[in-house]
């Protein structure tokens, strides 16, 4: 009986000395120097008197042969997340250090980090942003940033869609795959967006952010890059705007000897979509301060797709176009837009100076070194397949990696190569993205001469794209009908459009968001029919699969033919079909672009 109780004790013992703390949602941020202090973050579900335990030996678990331990900073509790946030400070420069979390419960698992170098050393980053909305390409551009190894995160607004418990707790469980299998985590430089914008403190709630505006400057690897990580929203307050204004004018000058500037921030000066609203106020504040302090590459978020733009100057001169003009010399090239998990927007707005653009799900990988900084955007692909990196090979290009590779080349280099400079070429966009649209929502179809010209459509609603139902990002909500189990199956739209010397374009291009089907008429002609069966089509046919997920934000692109427009007047006739009565959604969106 002593024995077996003997027995009970020592396993209560072995038990108690591997107990695990009962904390999770782990985050590193940085505050003031990365070389020499990090910010380690958790949310403590229970327990107390948490420690964080480290150094620059791996000892596991065991807590106690650490030399040195760092209790708790700050503390918030905030959409039910306990966050808590250890400073370390004094640390040595592109060094790894390992670390424990231990509370009244136990010891967390060993995770480590690496400081970044306080003199110019090569390295990595990754910049992106919007990550709110869709889980499946967030959490794959997660899984991404844990096998490329990044020195840190520059992550540029648009955590989750409006802010609630259930998003953040998703929002930081998803962040946990971005640390690498060996333990390995990576800090992360937050910017606020306008869906932080029901709470200004959000970043500092939640990621330690070094000042509550959330503006601030951290040096990388001693004077080789600074990073200025500025503030959209405050915008809204012209007290902060002007302050805003004012410090990053100062601290440029104050850092002017830098090797290479690099600024980042949420809303974008020009945003690449239509519709989305310009940043006629960001300009006036900003762009001149960029290009009198040779910043280098601007990180803009927001609008959901990738562009890059050839070297800026701000300018309303005679070869000007938007506030901005090519300056191969001095200019400031901007990159963008987020689309880390967020509905992709269509590119529709292009200008003369942009270098390339597309819409897909993606984050920038970044290498810099004193003489080169390049940049490579990572399509969110066949994320399984791609080899991950080691510490011993972390400029590599992983096997399998998916990098996009637009005419301009697949690789961003600065200094700029002027023999990158573009041809001179014309696009006209012939209907918008977001465009008016004459439509019926009755249920009953209209006359057969309806995709014609000559039909009157005076009677017929009007309303902005994307037009439909059931989803956030409809401009126009459409009429279903009076059961919500028996909806209309189909709906239909026209828009006349114009169009002048059709000879001097090589190409046509259609755009098409839908959800299900759709039949398309250009001047009366059938052109396009996707996701419809074969046959006779009324207005009770059935699509024939489902679009649903992230298939609903995906513009489908479309060759037309030149010869069936017309100059002068065109008329575009569109039927949308669903493919069951009780459907949750119905979206339609087009934009139609002509080019040489």
């Known amino acids: 009986m002593v024995k077996n109780k003997t027995l009970i004790s020592i396993f209560v013992l072995l038990l108690s000395l591997t107990a695990m703390a009962n904390t999770d949602k782990y985050r590193l941020s ?45 503390k918030t509790d905030y959409k039910n997340i306990d966050s808590r946030f250890a400073r370390l400070t004094g640390l040595e420069a592109a060094t790894a250090y390992f670390f424990v979390i231990k509370d009244s419960e136990g010891v967390s698992k060993r995770y480590w980090f690496k400081t970044a170098p306080d003199k110019p050393t090569p390295f990595t980053f990754i910049a992106g942003g919007d990550s709110r909305t869709h889980r499946e390409p967030r959490r794959k551009g997660n899984k991404l940033v844990a096998k490329l190894r990044p020195l840190f995160i520059l992550f540029g607004g648009d955590y989750t869609t409006n802010g609630t418990q259930k998003q953040w707790e998703k929002w930081f469980d998803d962040w946990q795959l971005t640390i690498s299998d060996d333990g390995r985590m990576y800090p992360i430089i937050a910017a606020h967006g306008n869906h932080e914008n029901y709470d200004m403190q959000m970043m500092c709630k939640l990621f330690d952010a070094p000042n509550a505006d959330v503006y601030y400057s951290l040096p990388i690897a001693g004077k080789m890059l600074r990073i200025w990580t500025l503030n959209t929203e405050l915008e809204r307050d012209s007290i902060k705007w002007k302050s805003q204004i ?88 901007y990159i963008g837009e987020g689309s880390w998990g967020a509905p992709t927007r269509p590119v529709n707005d292009n200008k003369p100076w942009t270098m390339a653009s597309a819409s897909f799900y993606q984050f920038k990988l970044i290498h810099v070194s004193k003489e080169n900084l390049e940049s490579r955007v990572v399509k969110f692909e066949n994320v399984d397949e791609v080899e991950a990196l080691t510490e011993k090979n972390l400029f590599d290009i992983p096997q399998n990696l998916s990098i996009w590779e637009p005419e301009s080349g697949a690789v961003l280099s600065l200094p700029f190569n002027p023999k990158l400079l573009p041809e001179k070429k014309e696009k006209l966009s012939l209907i918008k993205s977001g465009s008016k649209w004459k439509y019926l929502d009755t249920g009953n179809g209209p006359k057969t001469n309806w995709t014609t010209l000559k039909f009157d459509d005076s009677n017929w609603k009007t309303g902005k794209a994307p037009l439909g139902y059931g989803e ?83 513009y489908n692109k479309y060759n037309l033919n030149i010869d069936d427009l017309r100059n002068g007047k065109n008329i575009i006739s569109v039927e949308i079909h669903q493919r069951s009565g009780n459907s949750s959604d119905v979206i339609f969106d087009m934009q139609i672009i002509a080019s040489e």
């Open 30 to 74: 940085y505050r003031t120097n990365p070389a020499t202090s990090i910010v380690i973050g958790w949310n403590q579900v229970s327990g107390n008197s948490p420690k964080v335990y480290y150094g620059k030996k791996d000892f596991g678990i065991d807590w106690k042969k650490y030399p040195k331990n760092h209790g708790v900073d700050n």
């Open 246 to 333: 004012l410090w990053l004018k100062e601290d440029m000058k104050k850092h002017h000897d830098v090797n290479w500037k690099l600024v980042d921030y949420h809303r974008p000066m020009r945003p690449h979509t239509a519709g989305k609203q310009e940043g006629l106020g960001r300009i006036k504040a900003w762009a001149q301060t960029f290009y009198d302090n040779g910043v280098d590459l601007v990180v803009e978020s927001d609008t959901h797709m990738v562009k890059r733009t050839y070297p800026l100057k701000p300018s309303k001169g005679k070869d000007s176009y938007e506030d901005f003009t090519i300056d191969v010399e001095r200019g400031s090239v």
């Open 472 to 554: 956030p990002d409809m401009v126009t909500n459409i009429n279903f009908g009076k059961n919500p189990s028996k909806k209309f199956i189909t709906y239909w739209f026209r828009k006349i459009f114009n169009i002048e010397h059709k000879n001097n374009y090589k190409k046509i291009i259609l755009f098409l968001r839908r959800d299900d089907a759709a039949i398309i008429y250009l001047n009366g002609e059938k052109v396009i029919e996707d996701n419809m069966p074969k046959g006779e089509i009324t207005p009770s046919t059935l699509a024939v699969q489902t679009v649903a997920g992230t298939n609903e934000d995906v």
